[in-house]
């Protein structure tokens, strides 16, 4: 334990510690440490933590200080967080393409059950489409998604500063909240080639009764659609005219759907040109984020957060998953302080 001298204005508002300004210290914790805790934090929880530092650093610290040091480092996060910038390590030369996406997946929020929460990703690609690096982000649940989606823009901004020249694509399902944000930042938008194939499986179900026929009809058209030119277009004129000769009509019904998803979106599902142009054709980078940012860390049996606790989580996250940035972020502590 640190002994500290704590100043506040008489009228009160924000405190004033000099030992945590020329001392570097984040709240009880050195920044080492302090750097220790929140990675751990950030990927267990907090009773594995202490049982973890107990058990392989020798140090004994309470559950509740890892918390409030946790805390303590989120805050710093979140004032940083536009201010400093992280350097990327690819080069304008070797990048050709930037694939931008975003998903959402649900965690349990105290007192509101399950809430949806924001996983986005920025990837850089090479010209033989071949991924170098990505970049994680993540904001807690909110209501019209406005901090998350500023975050993200702000990220998409940096990166067109650093790579002016790249190919800027969209990729992800159908939500059209995501359209909505992508349209404005890309000039190419792709539909994840597997949510496509999805209403394909689902429409095969209903119009083939034997499973080998609806097998044998499935690959067939998911390869039409991964290769052929206009493939899209072929298969929703096969399923339009399956929807009128059985008269359905339901906009619920499978084959609805179907015929539905393809029409609206089969601007956007020229996976034959895409694949040429060594373009991204699946949203499984985000997907992927949405386990590995989120679920991994908010979902584990009897967890229940708040929000500033996750966005503190997700921001250390994010910063662990993007290659770099966990140790420039600290690098910066260490020369700027906090």
């Known amino acids: 334990m640190i002994s500290r001298h704590v100043y506040q204005p008489n009228k009160g508002g924000q405190t004033y510690v000099p030992l945590e300004e020329r001392g570097r210290t984040i709240g009880k914790a050195t920044p080492r440490l302090a750097k220790m805790l929140s990675w751990k934090y950030a990927q267990l929880q907090g009773s594995r933590v202490e049982e973890d530092l107990a058990q392989n650093h020798g140090l004994k610290v309470s559950k509740k200080l890892i918390q409030s040091v946790n805390e303590r480092v989120g805050k710093i996060l979140i004032d940083k967080e536009k201010k400093w910038k992280y350097e990327n390590p690819c080069s304008d030369r070797e990048i050709k393409t930037i694939g931008i996406s975003r998903d959402g997946t649900t965690i349990p929020i105290k007192g509101e ?36 989606s500023g975050v993200l823009s702000q990220e ?15 990729i992800a399902d159908g939500e059209k909240g995501n359209w909505t944000f992508l349209n404005a930042y890309t000039t190419v938008q792709i539909i994840d080639f597997y949510h496509a194939t999805s209403y394909l499986g689902e429409y095969a179900k209903v119009a083939y009764e034997n499973q080998k026929e609806r097998e044998e009809w499935l690959a067939e058209s998911c390869s039409k659609l991964k290769n052929k030119e206009k493939g899209a277009s072929e298969l929703l004129t096969e399923m339009e005219a399956y929807a009128q000769a059985h008269l359905i009509e339901q906009k619920d019904h499978p ?30 980078v985000v997907e992927a984020a949405c386990k590995t940012l989120v679920k991994q860390r908010f979902s584990k049996s009897g967890c229940r957060w708040t929000r500033p606790t996750v966005d503190y989580i997700l921001l250390a996250r994010g910063l662990i998953l993007t290659k770099g940035r966990w140790k420039q972020f600290w690098n910066k502590i260490d020369r700027y302080g906090f």
């Open 113 to 148: 059950r399950y809430k949806e929460t924001m996983a986005g990703t920025i990837s850089l690609y090479d010209d033989q489409g071949q991924r170098k690096h990505t970049i994680y982000i993540g904001c807690s649940p909110e209501e019209g998604k406005e901090t998350f």
């Open 156 to 170: 998409i901004e940096r990166i067109k500063v650093s790579f002016p020249l790249a190919k800027y694509v969209g």
């Open 255 to 284: 084959v609805r759907r179907a015929v539905t998803y393809f029409t609206n979106h089969r601007h956007k599902m020229n996976y034959d040109k895409y694949q040429q142009q060594h373009l991204p054709i699946g949203s499984g």
